[in-house]
Structure formats: structure tokens, C-alpha cells
């Protein structure tokens, strides 16, 4: 089972051109800052927003082509959706929620509430099965909306930021479950969420969504460590720099060069983690071979790190000791120069 | 709600308004062709019944032309209704109902002036489309399976009379409805909703061309005649005695013939 | 530093008590114009002469009339005013401001008004009831189902105005969850759409049940009066009044009862409130 998806539609403000495909048991993260468009695509999955243009292909069966007219609407689509809010039936205890879409399906009522039962027993909330929504803390909700979309043994999976809603607590413990139900679904799963952490322990592989666009996509090692947009380069706390390489030398985009250990050729980012970035009051002398000077934009302290801006023609992030920023009297301002060596500076196609 | 309340209401709240105001005005020039003595002005409120809505106006503007200087409001309504409003004490000067019946009860109470004197009569008629189209003659006809007939209901006096000529005449009818007032039973025949309906021959009049009307014969006819009467709670009795007068004089008399009234 | 407390504490006390006592002040004052004026019916009805009044033929006639017509104006409502509350809630359409304030006519109409409108259209010489007459031989006026045509009408923008606004509150989202669950537009009407508005839905029909079953101007207008045919309770009220206050004080507190043992028996409050 594996889902094809070209997606490009306009709604309000978005501008949404989207394409990826998600293999049979694989979960995808779809990540990205909030008004990227995450939510807009699983609409579109499920069939709630109408394509534009593009397709959406379920197991090689089209299930809409906006050029072709086919449009199945989202009732008829084998898609289990767990909603941001869960979205459960306030009127129907948690037992009915969760036998809805049986029911609705043509399953006759006492058939379609043992499977419920039984789903209900899955997910760890066998007592709970005749609550109402009301009466179900965040967690509860979460797994009955979970049991709910998974009911019905969709083709398709899609998940809302499913923890966002959660507490701290509850979000560790239901983080756990969510990614056994996630591996025991042999279908593919698309995720979405602006929450690093939620993509990196639930998903397989992430594609990073920005306003609209995918920016980058691929397994987790691959984007967290080669990021290819400023955004995911903040989130996951790296230097990240744009520029034309030519042999040893990179010039920047944003004016500067760098030298990198390695060669490369043409449009190229590179990345510098913040803890290769050395920090000095004078004019360093030593084996580095990128050195500056740039003036000291803020410090911030991070748990038994400090991390430095710096501004200048080459803007960069450092991470140092507390005794280290205390030794430049890095607190009082001023200019500070800077060295990276370039083994440091890790290139890689753009 | 019901439209003769609301006016009283809204006639009381003149009454009162313009009574504030009444005190100050310069005394008039004495009216011509009566000798009174005393000057009449401030504001005079009438209760007449609904029959009366068309010679009353007219009556009305003839009564302010020899009195300038009086205001004079109208309320039509059921008589029953009107009189009913002045037992709960609602303010006006004078009275005229199509019935002697509903005026019995304020005598007793002790709410009228003087005596109610019979001022005009109104023969029963039956009212049918232009043209008469189902030849409807006499009552007899009225009990005809293919003739709609309307009356206006027992509780009203319009309604008492027809029922009463009905039953002189041996007839037995079955109205598909029985209207709040006569003047509705009037609307429906002229809306064409009904085939026929018994109103009075002063209806018929006002009607114009919108119906036509069949006489019913005298044996058989109830004169409705109308009383009037000064109310003794006015605060103005002299100009509603003048108002009284009036009406009983030949101008009102000639005015009322005009309508279609008879002698009282 | 100690005087803080006691300052800010004595203006904002003062401040926070005056709009609680105004606003109960004025809620006082809508119980009395409420309540008042039925304490005076009560005070009024000459109670002893209720026995009597009760045995008669024409009270039992009108009460049954008033009680049947208006539960089926409340049916005809229902069945016409959701789809058009559903319709106007929900879908995008040229005119739809018109549409609106079209509907919300009667509410705005003197009821005779109304009434002389429906003759206009379903009367015998109307545009709409000639040639069904012509045709079917049926007609409107002075019919029971001319009671209920002229209560519907009148009563209808109550239900519709109440669902409307149930419908754009409610969470559409709702709709989508039961689409993806599989649930056809029927089905997630029927099943989620109208159970979310279900207090809406209850108090838009207590409300046009109320309406119909005082109605009274548009009624009699249109459909005449008729003792056992189309003699509502209203209608039976106002002629009591020409010939006897103390009885026409009977029926309507007749009426009011009856009307309190519908809604006590159906439970209607337990549904607008949550």
C-alpha cells in the first residue's frame, strides 16, 4: 500500500505545491512552521479540500486527478484521520465514537460495538468504553480518537499534531503507545506537525514544508544534519550558509567566504555547528583557517551551555562555557572575533 | 392585540397630553347657529361602533367645522368591546354602539351622563359579489349547499341580529365562519372568500361597488337601533352633550341618512 | 507598601459590586413585566365558575383545535424551516441576504396583515388557491388546515432564525471528522449534524410551538372562526370578551395550563438548558 501525492491547490493566502510519496508501514512527518500549509495538505489527502491541479494516488488506484475530473469524495476514501482537537462526537460515548465509522460503513450496530470493544481494549481504555468525551482526560481522548480512525482499517493514516494538544506528561507516555500503533500499521502514514520532537520520534522519514513549498525532504539523519532552509537549520540548531563553491573556497550568498577541508564545486550550503565555533577577544593566530570579527548580538544561557550571536558579514551562532563567556566578558557587547577551521565547514550540494 | 385597545390606549395618552395643554389656550368666539353660553374646546374622545366608522368621520369633520377649537379622536370598534373598555375604565366622553344591550350594563354602573338616546337604525342586508352570481334572493338561500356563508359572531351585536332574522325567517344555516365584526364579514365578502354574508344595509353602502346587497324583507328584518350617550366620566361634558346634540340634530340626521342609516 | 493593598482593594470592590446590582436591578424589572400582568389574570379569574366552564362543549372543542393545529404548524415548521435553516447557514448563494430577510417577514408583519397576505395568495380568488381550487377542488379558508397554513406561517421565522444560528455556531469540523470515518451527508446529518444543534433545534420548536399556538390575528383572518372547526382558544378568548371578562379571564388561563402541561410533559427545559 503506498500513497503517490502531487498536491497543488490555492486557498485564501496559500500558495500549496506539494509532492511525495509514502511507502506501505512507513510514517512520513510532514514539518513546518505554523501557516505552511500542513493541515491544508491533509485535507486534501482525506478529501476535504479539492485539488487544483496534480493527483492522489492510493495503492496505484486514483483517488482524485484534477486534470482527469476524478474526485472520490473523502466518505468514500479509506482514510483514518485523527484530528488536532480529536474531534469526538460529544453526544456519543467513547464506544460509539469509536464504532461510527463501522456503522457507517454498513456494519450493523451490536458487530460494529464489540470491534469497538476490542479496539477500545488496544488502546488501554477497556473501562472507558461507555464515557463520554467530557469525561476523558487529554490522553484519553487522544487514544480513543486514535481507535476511532483506526477502526475502520483504513488504507490511508493521517495524524494532526497528534500531541499538541497533550500535557507534558501525557505526551511522553502516549508518544510511546502512538509509536507501537504506528508500527503495527502496515499502510502509510503521513504526519503533521511544527513540533521537531513529536517528528523525530514518531516518523521515518521528514518533508519539510514551507509556506507552501517542500523545502527539503528525506530520513531524519539526512535533514538534521544537512539542513537545506534557515528554518530547519534553527530548529535543529545549526549554522547554515548558502554560496558558489570553487575548489577550498565558498563565497556566500550573503557576501564573506568560507574555506571548507573538502572541495566542491558550484551551488553548495554549508554547515557549521555552533559548538566548532571558537570565540576570542583579539585577533586569534593559529591553524584555523576562517577567521572574523563580528560584534556580539546577544548571549543567552542553555542549560550549562551559552549560546552566542554574532552579527557581521558572516553571521553565526556559538556555543561556549559559561567560564568561557565570562572570560571575554562576552555580556558587555562589543566586537569578538571568531574562528571555524575548515574541517568544521561541512559543504554539500544545494 | 387587539386593535380597539391599542387605540384607546393611544387615545387616552392624547387625551392626557393634550389635556396638560388645553388650560392655556385663549377662550374662542362662540360657535355660530348655538347658543351655549359656555365655549367648547380641549379634546373630545368618541367610542362609536364599527358600522359607524364611515358617517362618523363625516359627521367628525361637519363637527369640527362648526367647533373649531375642539380635537376630536374616534374609536371604532365592537360594541361590546368599547363598552367593555369603559366599565374597565377607560377615558372617553362619549358612546355610540349599535346595541342597546352592551350600554345597559355602564347605565347601571352609573357611568353615563344622562338617559342613551336612540340616534339612528340599521336594517340587516345580505352582502354578495357584484353581480350576484349564485341568485341569492332571500334568506332561504343562505342554507344552500354551494352559498359560503359568513355572519358575524353571537357575541357581537351584528351577529345577534342575523341569527334573530334567521330565525324569524324558519331558516337553518351553517356559516363556515363567524367574524370578530361585521366589517370583516363585509372584507370576506368582498374578498370573494365568501358567497354571502349578513351585514348591515350601511355596509353595503359604504361597500359601494364592491358588493351588492339583497334586501331582506321587513317581517323577517331586526332594526339594530343605536344609542348614544354622554359618558359621566368625560372631562369635557359639555362639549359631549354638544357632541350628543349634534349627532341627534338635522345636520347629523341628514349625514347619517347619506350613509344609509334609518330613523332610530 | 501596605497602603497598596487597602487602596486597590477598596476602589475595585466598589467598581466590581455596581454592575452585578444595576444588571440585577434590571433583571427584577423584566420578571415584573412578566410576571405582573399574569399575577393580575390570576387575581381576576373568578376561579369558582372554573367547574362549570370546563364541561362545556366549545372550551373542550377550541382546546383540542388549539392544541392539534398548532402541533402540526410545529411539524409543517420543522419539516420546512431546517432544510431552509440548513440552506441558509450553509451555502453560498446570489440573493442570499434577500432570502433572508424574506423569511424573517412574518416575524415583522402584523399578523392580520399576514392574514389578508395568505388570502391574497391561498384564498379562494388567490393566485395560488384558485386554480388549486379550479383543480383539485380544495380550499384554504375556513378549512382547519387553513388554522394550520396561518400558524406555520406566522411561526416558522422562529425556528428558522433558532437552527440558523445553531448551525453557524456548531464546530464543522464535526462534519469533516464523519466524512472521513465514512459517514455520507445524510448519514453525518442525521447522525452528528442534528444531534450538535439538538438545543437549538428544541428551542426554535418551543419557541414556534408557543407562537402557533397563540396566534391569533393571521388565524382569523384567514381561516375564520368556527366553534370545533377553526375556533382556536385565542379566538374563543377574544369573543369572550365582547360578552363575558370573567369567562374570557377562565379560557385563557385554560390555555396557559394546557400549554405548561405540554412543555412540563416534554421536558422543554431540560433541552434549551445544557
Redesign the interface.
Same mark, same amino acid.
Given at each position: 500500500m503506498t500513497l503517490e501525492a502531487r498536491i497543488r491547490l490555492r486557498l485564501g493566502t496559500l500558495d500549496l505545491d506539494v509532492a511525495f510519496d509514502v511507502a506501505g508501514g512507513e510514517v512520513v512527518a510532514v514539518l513546518g512552521p505554523n501557516g505552511a500549509g500542513k493541515t491544508t495538505v491533509l485535507r486534501a489527502l482525506a478529501g476535504l479540500v479539492p485539488l487544483d491541479a496534480g493527483h492522489v494516488r492510493l495503492d496505484g488506484r486514483t483517488v482524485e486527478d484534477a486534470a482527469a475530473a476524478i474526485r472520490e469524495p473523502a466518505e468514500q476514501r479509506a482514510v483514518g484521520v485523527v484530528f488536532q482537537d480529536y474531534l469526538l462526537f460529544p453526544h456519543l460515548s467513547a464506544r460509539d465514537n469509536v464504532a461510527f465509522g463501522l456503522r457507517a460503513r454498513g456494519l450493523a450496530k451490536p458487530a460494529a460495538r464489540r470491534r469497538a470493544e476490542e479496539w477500545l481494549a488496544r488502546v488501554h481504555l477497556g473501562g472507558a468504553a461507555g464515557a463520554k468525551p467530557s469525561a476523558l482526560s487529554g490522553g484519553q481522548a487522544q487514544r480513543v480518537a486514535l481507535a476511532r480512525a483506526l477502526a475502520t482499517d483504513p488504507a490511508l493514516l493521517l495524524l494532526d499534531e497528534p500531541l499538541s494538544a497533550l500535557d507534558v506528561e501525557a505526551r511522553l507516555s502516549i508518544r510511546r503507545e502512538l509509536r507501537v500503533h504506528l508500527d503495527a500499521f502496515d499502510g502509510p502514514c503521513v504526519l503533521v506537525t511544527h513540533d521537531p520532537l513529536e517528528a523525530v520520534t514518531l516518523a521515518d522519514r521528514l518533508v519539510i514544508l514551507e509556506a507552501g513549498r517542500v523545502t527539503q525532504s528525506g530520513s531524519i539523519r539526512e535533514v538534521t544534519s544537512r539542513p537545506r532552509s534557515p528554518w530547519v537549520a534553527r530548529l535543529v540548531g545549526l549554522n547554515l550558509y548558502r554560496g558558489r563553491a570553487h575548489g577550498h573556497t565558498v563565497a556566500l550568498d550573503t557576501g564573506g567566504a568560507l574555506t571548507t577541508a573538502a572541495a566542491a564545486m558550484g551551488e553548495v550550503f554549508l554547515v557549521v555547528h555552533p559548538h566548532a565555533v571558537a570565540l576570542h577577544r583579539s585577533r586569534p593566530e593559529g591553524s584555523a583557517r576562517n577567521v572574523w570579527c563580528g560584534p556580539v548580538e546577544s548571549a543567552e544561557a542553555n542549560g550549562d551551555r551559552v549560546h552566542v550571536r554574532v552579527g557581521g558579514p558572516i553571521p553565526v551562532v556559538a556555543e561556549v562555557t559559561p567560564a568561557g563567556a565570562a572570560d571575554l566578558r562576552l555580556a558587555a557587547g562589543g566586537d569578538v572575533w571568531v574562528s571555524v577551521k575548515a574541517t568544521e565547514v561541512d559543504p554539500y550540494p544545494a | 392585540m387587539r386593535l380597539p385597545a391599542f387605540r384607546s390606549v393611544c387615545a387616552a395618552v392624547a387625551l392626557t397630553v393634550a389635556g396638560c395643554g388645553g388650560g392655556a389656550s385663549a377662550p374662542e368666539p362662540p360657535p355660530a347657529g348655538r347658543a351655549t353660553g359656555d365655549t367648547l374646546s380641549g379634546s373630545l374622545a368618541v367610542l362609536a361602533a364599527s358600522s359607524l366608522t364611515d358617517a362618523f368621520s363625516e359627521i367628525g369633520d361637519a363637527f369640527r367645522r362648526a367647533r373649531p377649537g375642539v380635537e376630536l379622536t374616534f374609536d371604532f370598534g365592537p360594541s361590546s368591546g368599547l363598552a367593555a373598555q369603559v366599565l374597565e375604565g377607560a377615558p372617553a366622553d362619549v358612546l355610540a354602539a349599535a346595541s342597546l344591550a352592551p350600554v345597559t350594563p355602564l347605565v347601571e354602573a352609573g357611568l353615563v351622563e344622562s338617559e342613551p338616546q336612540f340616534f339612528a337604525g340599521n336594517l340587516l342586508e345580505i352582502a354578495v359579489e357584484p353581480g350576484n352570481p349564485l341568485g341569492i334572493r332571500a334568506l332561504g338561500d343562505l342554507a344552500r349547499d354551494d352559498v359560503i356563508l359568513v355572519l358575524a359572531a353571537g357575541e357581537v351585536p351584528a351577529g345577534r341580529y342575523a341569527d334573530e332574522a334567521l330565525a324569524r325567517a324558519g331558516v337553518d344555516v351553517s356559516p363556515s365562519s363567524r367574524e370578530a365584526d361585521v366589517r370583516a364579514v363585509l372584507s370576506k365578502v368582498e374578498l370573494g372568500e365568501a358567497d354571502a354574508g349578513i351585514v348591515y344595509h350601511t355596509d353595503v353602502v359604504a361597500a359601494g361597488d364592491a358588493v351588492d346587497g339583497v334586501e331582506i324583507p321587513a317581517e323577517d328584518n331586526v332594526v339594530a337601533r343605536y344609542p348614544i350617550a354622554a359618558l359621566a366620566g368625560s372631562a369635557n361634558p359639555a362639549t359631549a352633550a354638544a357632541f350628543v346634540d349634534f349627532v341627534l340634530s338635522a345636520p347629523g340626521q341628514r349625514i347619517l341618512r347619506a350613509h344609509g342609516f334609518a330613523a332610530p | 507598601m501596605s497602603g497598596i493593598a487597602g487602596r486597590a482593594s477598596r476602589p475595585r470592590r466598589r467598581g466590581a459590586s455596581a454592575l452585578p446590582l444595576a444588571l440585577t436591578g434590571l433583571a427584577v424589572a423584566a420578571v415584573a413585566l412578566l410576571v405582573l400582568p399574569l399575577v393580575g389574570l390570576f387575581l381576576r379569574t373568578p376561579w369558582s365558575r372554573l367547574a362549570a366552564l370546563l364541561a362545556e362543549d366549545r372550551v373542550h372543542q377550541a382546546l383540542r383545535l388549539s392544541l392539534v393545529s398548532s402541533l402540526a404548524a410545529l411539524a409543517l415548521c420543522t419539516v420546512l424551516g431546517v432544510p431552509l435553516a440548513w440552506v441558509l447557514a450553509r451555502r453560498q448563494f446570489p440573493g442570499k441576504r434577500l432570502l433572508r430577510a424574506l423569511c424573517l417577514l412574518p416575524m415583522v408583519l402584523p399578523p392580520v396583515v399576514g392574514g389578508v397576505a395568505l388570502?391574497v395568495a391561498f384564498?379562494?380568488?388567490g393566485f395560488v388557491g384558485q386554480p388549486v381550487e379550479q383543480l383539485t377542488g380544495i380550499t384554504l379558508?375556513?378549512t382547519t388546515a387553513g388554522v394550520v397554513l396561518a400558524e406555520a406561517f406566522v411561526a416558522l421565522p422562529f425556528l428558522v432564525v433558532t437552527v440558523e444560528a445553531g448551525l453557524r455556531a456548531m =464546530?464543522r469540523?464535526?462534519e =469533516?471528522?464523519?466524512?472521513?470515518?465514512?459517514?455520507?451527508?445524510a448519514?453525518t446529518f442525521r447522525?452528528?449534524t442534528l444531534?450538535?444543534i439538538?438545543p437549538s433545534l428544541a428551542a426554535g420548536m418551543a419557541l414556534c410551538w408557543a407562537r402557533a399556538l397563540g396566534e391569533f390575528g393571521a388565524t382569523?383572518?384567514f381561516?375564520?372562526?368556527?366553534a370545533g372547526r377553526?375556533q382556536t382558544m385565542p379566538?374563543a378568548v377574544?369573543?369572550?370578551?365582547?360578552?363575558d371578562?370573567g369567562v374570557a379571564l377562565l379560557l385563557s388561563l385554560v390555555l396557559l395550563f394546557a400549554s405548561v402541561a405540554v412543555l412540563v410533559t416534554v421536558r422543554a427545559g431540560s433541552f434549551t438548558s445544557p
Amino acid at each position: 500500500m503506498t500513497l503517490e501525492a502531487r498536491i497543488r491547490l490555492r486557498l485564501g493566502t496559500l500558495d500549496l505545491d506539494v509532492a511525495f510519496d509514502v511507502a506501505g508501514g512507513e510514517v512520513v512527518a510532514v514539518l513546518g512552521p505554523n501557516g505552511a500549509g500542513k493541515t491544508t495538505v491533509l485535507r486534501a489527502l482525506a478529501g476535504l479540500v479539492p485539488l487544483d491541479a496534480g493527483h492522489v494516488r492510493l495503492d496505484g488506484r486514483t483517488v482524485e486527478d484534477a486534470a482527469a475530473a476524478i474526485r472520490e469524495p473523502a466518505e468514500q476514501r479509506a482514510v483514518g484521520v485523527v484530528f488536532q482537537d480529536y474531534l469526538l462526537f460529544p453526544h456519543l460515548s467513547a464506544r460509539d465514537n469509536v464504532a461510527f465509522g463501522l456503522r457507517a460503513r454498513g456494519l450493523a450496530k451490536p458487530a460494529a460495538r464489540r470491534r469497538a470493544e476490542e479496539w477500545l481494549a488496544r488502546v488501554h481504555l477497556g473501562g472507558a468504553a461507555g464515557a463520554k468525551p467530557s469525561a476523558l482526560s487529554g490522553g484519553q481522548a487522544q487514544r480513543v480518537a486514535l481507535a476511532r480512525a483506526l477502526a475502520t482499517d483504513p488504507a490511508l493514516l493521517l495524524l494532526d499534531e497528534p500531541l499538541s494538544a497533550l500535557d507534558v506528561e501525557a505526551r511522553l507516555s502516549i508518544r510511546r503507545e502512538l509509536r507501537v500503533h504506528l508500527d503495527a500499521f502496515d499502510g502509510p502514514c503521513v504526519l503533521v506537525t511544527h513540533d521537531p520532537l513529536e517528528a523525530v520520534t514518531l516518523a521515518d522519514r521528514l518533508v519539510i514544508l514551507e509556506a507552501g513549498r517542500v523545502t527539503q525532504s528525506g530520513s531524519i539523519r539526512e535533514v538534521t544534519s544537512r539542513p537545506r532552509s534557515p528554518w530547519v537549520a534553527r530548529l535543529v540548531g545549526l549554522n547554515l550558509y548558502r554560496g558558489r563553491a570553487h575548489g577550498h573556497t565558498v563565497a556566500l550568498d550573503t557576501g564573506g567566504a568560507l574555506t571548507t577541508a573538502a572541495a566542491a564545486m558550484g551551488e553548495v550550503f554549508l554547515v557549521v555547528h555552533p559548538h566548532a565555533v571558537a570565540l576570542h577577544r583579539s585577533r586569534p593566530e593559529g591553524s584555523a583557517r576562517n577567521v572574523w570579527c563580528g560584534p556580539v548580538e546577544s548571549a543567552e544561557a542553555n542549560g550549562d551551555r551559552v549560546h552566542v550571536r554574532v552579527g557581521g558579514p558572516i553571521p553565526v551562532v556559538a556555543e561556549v562555557t559559561p567560564a568561557g563567556a565570562a572570560d571575554l566578558r562576552l555580556a558587555a557587547g562589543g566586537d569578538v572575533w571568531v574562528s571555524v577551521k575548515a574541517t568544521e565547514v561541512d559543504p554539500y550540494p544545494a | 392585540m387587539r386593535l380597539p385597545a391599542f387605540r384607546s390606549v393611544c387615545a387616552a395618552v392624547a387625551l392626557t397630553v393634550a389635556g396638560c395643554g388645553g388650560g392655556a389656550s385663549a377662550p374662542e368666539p362662540p360657535p355660530a347657529g348655538r347658543a351655549t353660553g359656555d365655549t367648547l374646546s380641549g379634546s373630545l374622545a368618541v367610542l362609536a361602533a364599527s358600522s359607524l366608522t364611515d358617517a362618523f368621520s363625516e359627521i367628525g369633520d361637519a363637527f369640527r367645522r362648526a367647533r373649531p377649537g375642539v380635537e376630536l379622536t374616534f374609536d371604532f370598534g365592537p360594541s361590546s368591546g368599547l363598552a367593555a373598555q369603559v366599565l374597565e375604565g377607560a377615558p372617553a366622553d362619549v358612546l355610540a354602539a349599535a346595541s342597546l344591550a352592551p350600554v345597559t350594563p355602564l347605565v347601571e354602573a352609573g357611568l353615563v351622563e344622562s338617559e342613551p338616546q336612540f340616534f339612528a337604525g340599521n336594517l340587516l342586508e345580505i352582502a354578495v359579489e357584484p353581480g350576484n352570481p349564485l341568485g341569492i334572493r332571500a334568506l332561504g338561500d343562505l342554507a344552500r349547499d354551494d352559498v359560503i356563508l359568513v355572519l358575524a359572531a353571537g357575541e357581537v351585536p351584528a351577529g345577534r341580529y342575523a341569527d334573530e332574522a334567521l330565525a324569524r325567517a324558519g331558516v337553518d344555516v351553517s356559516p363556515s365562519s363567524r367574524e370578530a365584526d361585521v366589517r370583516a364579514v363585509l372584507s370576506k365578502v368582498e374578498l370573494g372568500e365568501a358567497d354571502a354574508g349578513i351585514v348591515y344595509h350601511t355596509d353595503v353602502v359604504a361597500a359601494g361597488d364592491a358588493v351588492d346587497g339583497v334586501e331582506i324583507p321587513a317581517e323577517d328584518n331586526v332594526v339594530a337601533r343605536y344609542p348614544i350617550a354622554a359618558l359621566a366620566g368625560s372631562a369635557n361634558p359639555a362639549t359631549a352633550a354638544a357632541f350628543v346634540d349634534f349627532v341627534l340634530s338635522a345636520p347629523g340626521q341628514r349625514i347619517l341618512r347619506a350613509h344609509g342609516f334609518a330613523a332610530p | 507598601m501596605s497602603g497598596i493593598a487597602g487602596r486597590a482593594s477598596r476602589p475595585r470592590r466598589r467598581g466590581a459590586s455596581a454592575l452585578p446590582l444595576a444588571l440585577t436591578g434590571l433583571a427584577v424589572a423584566a420578571v415584573a413585566l412578566l410576571v405582573l400582568p399574569l399575577v393580575g389574570l390570576f387575581l381576576r379569574t373568578p376561579w369558582s365558575r372554573l367547574a362549570a366552564l370546563l364541561a362545556e362543549d366549545r372550551v373542550h372543542q377550541a382546546l383540542r383545535l388549539s392544541l392539534v393545529s398548532s402541533l402540526a404548524a410545529l411539524a409543517l415548521c420543522t419539516v420546512l424551516g431546517v432544510p431552509l435553516a440548513w440552506v441558509l447557514a450553509r451555502r453560498q448563494f446570489p440573493g442570499k441576504r434577500l432570502l433572508r430577510a424574506l423569511c424573517l417577514l412574518p416575524m415583522v408583519l402584523p399578523p392580520v396583515v399576514g392574514g389578508v397576505a395568505l388570502l391574497v395568495a391561498f384564498g379562494r380568488r388567490g393566485f395560488v388557491g384558485q386554480p388549486v381550487e379550479q383543480l383539485t377542488g380544495i380550499t384554504l379558508p375556513f378549512t382547519t388546515a387553513g388554522v394550520v397554513l396561518a400558524e406555520a406561517f406566522v411561526a416558522l421565522p422562529f425556528l428558522v432564525v433558532t437552527v440558523e444560528a445553531g448551525l453557524r455556531a456548531m =464546530d464543522r469540523r464535526y462534519e =469533516d471528522a464523519a466524512a472521513t470515518l465514512g459517514a455520507s451527508r445524510a448519514t453525518t446529518f442525521r447522525r452528528v449534524t442534528l444531534p450538535l444543534i439538538g438545543p437549538s433545534l428544541a428551542a426554535g420548536m418551543a419557541l414556534c410551538w408557543a407562537r402557533a399556538l397563540g396566534e391569533f390575528g393571521a388565524t382569523i383572518t384567514f381561516a375564520g372562526n368556527r366553534a370545533g372547526r377553526t375556533q382556536t382558544m385565542p379566538l374563543a378568548v377574544y369573543l369572550e370578551l365582547e360578552r363575558d371578562l370573567g369567562v374570557a379571564l377562565l379560557l385563557s388561563l385554560v390555555l396557559l395550563f394546557a400549554s405548561v402541561a405540554v412543555l412540563v410533559t416534554v421536558r422543554a427545559g431540560s433541552f434549551t438548558s445544557p
